[in-house]
């Protein structure tokens, strides 16, 4: 009888170690397995940095004025130029976009002095930063709206029929609306269209007069190109 109760004691207790152990061999598996999605998790978290590289046109508005010229104009050569912006996602609706490039512009004489010819050239580089709104509710379609200030500075400014040029930096309001189609997390294709309000002053000198005016180039800036989100 004892040898039977130590038999079943026995028992027993190899029964308790192998439940024991059962639970800890598949709590050591649980957790093994949640290490690798808790770090896929972290893995998968959004960058809040975008670029995008475009190919711009600038289409300006053919306006200003010689001041003492009655009936003087001015009209401006368009470009194509690329551009590169770099854009910070404060949250998933809320941006900050910066705009960089440059290009030129030829300067050339209307109305009263239409017989001026080109005046002279200047290259401008205009950044511009936006705070924009993004639309998250169209899937792979996301447009934005967006408004901001530039400054823009002009450089290397040659003179044409003019004796000398010089055209001043200045700052402007700018405002944009776009989309992004995406293709994936990574890459999509961007349309853009902004508007810079541009209207430097400018001190010229012509056959030994110098003159004051103001260029209204505000120009249409509208781009297409990809965009890679990090």
């Known amino acids: 009888m004892a040898r039977a109760r130590i038999g079943v004691a026995r028992a027993m207790t190899a029964a308790v170690v192998l439940i024991v152990a059962g639970q800890a061999g598949a709590a050591d598996v649980h957790q093994a397995a949640s290490v690798p999605q808790a770090e896929a998790c972290v893995a998968e978290a959004p960058s ?3 670029i995008r590289l475009r190919a711009l046109g600038v289409i300006t508005e053919d306006s200003g004025y010689v001041n003492a010229v009655p009936g003087s104009g ?3 050569s368009n470009t194509v130029t690329p551009e ?5 996602f404060f949250t998933d609706n809320i941006a900050a976009e910066l705009i960089l490039g440059t290009t030129y512009a030829n300067i ?9 010819g080109k005046v002279g050239k200047v290259w401008l580089l205009p950044p511009t930063v936006t705070l924009q709104y993004h ?8 447009p934005y709206i967006g408004a901001g200030v530039n400054y823009t500075i002009f450089y290397h400014q040659q003179v044409g029929s003019a004796d000398d040029l010089k055209v001043k930096n200045t700052f402007g309001a700018a405002l944009q609306v776009g ?4 293709v994936d997390q990574h890459w999509g294709v961007n349309f853009d269209v902004k508007k810079l309000f541009l209207k430097p002053d400018f001190d010229v000198t012509v056959a030994g007069a110098k003159l004051t005016g103001k260029a209204k180039l505000d120009p249409w800036l509208i781009g297409a190109g990809l965009t890679y989100r990090f």
């Open 84 to 88: 590169l912006d770099i854009s910070y």
């Open 135 to 142: 639309f998250t509710d169209f899937g792979a379609f996301e």
């Open 48 to 50: 809040p940095w975008q």
């Open 108 to 116: 050339d004489g209307q109305g009263a002095i239409g017989g001026l």
């Open 179 to 182: 989309f992004d189609y995406m």
């Open 74 to 76: 001015l009209s401006y």
